[in-house]
């Protein structure tokens, strides 16, 4: 399945980037006290990548064996969903801090006639209470000492996701998607620049015998870049898997165990062997909403990455509907000597800040898990009320937005002031069919929870939930229930011709609670600006969480910054390691249809196809 040449390839590409990777620093310093660390640290920008095209059909992910693991199925004649499941069984593997089959996922997919999606998050086990991170005095427990052990670990739910997805859209066997990884697990892939620096910068890991076993050496240092890593145990589990089905994972000695590590834990949670035995993925309805001449498709709630990027893009029409000196197109970014090469215009930064000041405001406010909560999903992206919302934005930043009052609302809620953390990573794929799929797959935090099981790490997905359950009396809508979803912040996308229905882009992106900021930012690049997906992902990031403008650390000029700040804007510089990937349906001269694919310099990832 992978040729030596395939592997020689990878080690090239990683060596290549060991010299930067080992000077970085080891972690990001947060933007202000209310502003949580990134998820994952920076591994340095890649100035090598370049749009790639294809013409019958295309994977990417966020390391290249996952994209090549992908292109293999589509080369076999399977579905974009085929594809993703293979990248994201080598993506447990190779990947191992960001996602894998310990963790959940989000998935929007294209099957040609219609936009299905697919819920694969985590669930609170039935033993867990919303007390569950309130210490004995009532006060919230710092992050680590919440994430580190089974009481953070949720029951998985990427498996039953992509079986679900599999039994309705895959055309090719089961089993057959996961002999990459399973080859890759016995014969060993190098450790990339990217995941030694994660490794080394980890100051929990030593709490775990099995991490450090995996991912030290016996004098414990973090074992080298490019060194050779196999993992039998993960390669015997996925062979059960490729064999039985998720079952082998829900049921039987696999389960078991998990629950064993889980309750048996220093800092010990409640999943049990009925919790993982009773998971069930959900098809929900998309999300879909109009954007000037485009339709774009995201996931509804658990998630609020779909209703954020709707509302962001709604209030930026309705901005410009109402003063055409604040459209969009005329402000393209301009070429600058930075290592993304280009940053966007001061105005065109003001406005998208703002617009998303206002989505994070109303996402802390309203949005959880809506079998649990009456989301008032309809109202918060009604055109009428975005409009209400573009219509506080002015020349001058607002600061700090409040949540508006949509129409639709059953229950008052208190906002959600609990961090905002991710671990997550991010495949797209198109088929020969012309099918097409987003998967946004996570396991929370760096590395999870760090309790390891059989070669795989479980998620830490439970600390997506607020820590605090309620305030001034007020139940806050992202507490912590039995069997519950936590709040996400994933946004895998789909974008089409609004009136020819034709398919035209797939992205997302990993990133924490930025994911929202970095899908907002290339959708806009790539709609306003008709960029290639390249050039839309490799703008520099920037946004607002309803604090700070943050604009990507060591990207924008002086000047661009003094204009925001003459703006009002209090800015500050960060890193932002996005991982995005996109693919387009892009058309020649002559209206022949061809595939372009961009991966984020900021990582290692590929787009890779035929």
């Known amino acids: 399945m992978f040729s030596a040449f395939h592997l020689s390839r990878y080690r090239r590409s990683a060596l290549s980037l060991i010299a930067i990777a080992l000077t970085l620093s080891a972690c990001n310093a947060p933007p202000t006290s209310t502003l949580p660390v990134a998820p994952e640290s920076a591994s340095g920008y890649r100035t090598d990548l370049q749009t790639r095209y294809a013409s019958r059909h295309m994977a990417a992910a966020a390391n290249p064996l996952a994209a090549e693991a992908g292109r293999e199925m589509l080369r076999q004649g399977g579905s974009a969903i085929d594809a993703a499941i293979a990248m994201q069984a080598v993506l447990t593997l190779v990947e191992p801090q960001s996602s894998g089959i310990g963790g959940g996922a989000l998935i929007v997919l294209w099957d040609g006639k219609a936009v299905r999606t697919f819920d694969g998050r985590e669930t609170a086990p039935a033993g867990a209470t919303e007390k569950l991170f309130l210490q004995t005095d009532g006060t919230p427990m710092a992050f680590t000492p919440a994430q580190i052990g089974g009481r953070s670990v949720g029951t998985p739910g990427v498996l039953r996701a992509l079986e679900l997805a599999h039994h309705k859209h895959g055309r ?75 079952d082998a994972l829900y049921k039987g000695a ?135 919302r573009a219509a506080l934005i002015g020349d001058r930043s607002m600061g700090v937005a409040k949540p508006g009052t949509p129409p639709g609302i059953q229950v008052a809620y208190a906002p959600d002031r609990s961090p905002l953390r991710i671990s997550t990573s991010q495949v797209v794929a198109v088929d020969d069919q012309g099918g097409a799929v987003s998967m946004t797959t996570t396991i929370e935090s760096g590395f999870g929870s760090h309790v390891m099981v059989q070669g795989f790490l479980l998620n830490n997905e439970l600390t997506d939930f607020s820590f605090i359950p309620e305030e001034n009396g007020q139940k806050v809508a992202n507490r912590v229930e039995p069997g519950k979803r936590p709040r996400s912040s994933m946004a895998p996308t789909l974008i089409f011709d609004r009136q020819s229905g034709e398919f ?107």
């Open 172 to 246: 090719l066997p089961w089993a057959k998607l996961f002999e990459p990884a399973i080859q890759l697990a016995e014969q060993g892939f190098p450790i990339s620049p990217r995941l030694h620096q994660l490794i080394a910068s980890d100051s929990s890991m030593r709490s775990s015998p099995d991490m450090v076993a995996y991912f030290l050496n016996a004098d414990g240092s973090p074992k080298a870049a490019g060194t050779l890593l196999k993992n039998p145990a993960l390669a015997a589990v996925l062979k059960r898997i490729a064999n039985e089905g998720p």
């Open 504 to 610: 035209l882009a797939t992205l997302g992106s990993p990133g924490g609670s930025q994911i929202i900021e970095y899908v907002a930012k290339s959708t806009i690049g790539l709609l306003d600006w008709n960029l290639d997906p390249q050039a839309a992902i490799n703008l520099p990031n920037f946004g607002s969480r309803n604090g700070p403008t943050e604009l990507e650390k060591g990207e924008f000029s002086a000047e661009l910054i003094q204009a925001l700040k003459d703006k009002g804007h209090s800015v500050s510089e960060i890193d932002m390691t996005s991982g995005t990937q996109a693919i387009v349906r892009v058309k020649d001269a002559h209206g022949n249809a061809s595939l372009a694919g961009g991966a984020d310099p900021r990582r290692e990832g590929e787009a890779l196809g035929d």
């Open 254 to 388: 696999i389960a078991q165990e998990i629950v064993t590590k889980v309750q048996g834990h220093a800092n010990p949670g409640s999943l049990s062997l009925n919790d993982l035995q009773g998971y069930q993925a959900k098809e929900r309805a998309p999300l879909c909403t109009d954007y000037k001449r485009w339709q774009v498709c995201g996931m509804p709630p658990p998630s609020s990455g779909g209703i954020a990027v709707a509302q962001i893009l709604g209030t930026l029409q309705a901005l410009e509907t109402r003063d055409p000196r604040f459209a969009l197109a005329p402000l393209k970014p301009v070429r600058t000597q930075k290592p993304a090469g280009t940053e966007p215009a001061p105005e065109a930064v003001h406005l998208i800040a703002e617009a998303e000041r206002l989505a994070y405001a109303d996402r802390a406010q309203y949005v959880a898990d809506a079998d649990f909560v009456p989301v008032p999903v309809k109202g918060l992206v009604d055109p009428a009320y975005l409009a209400s």
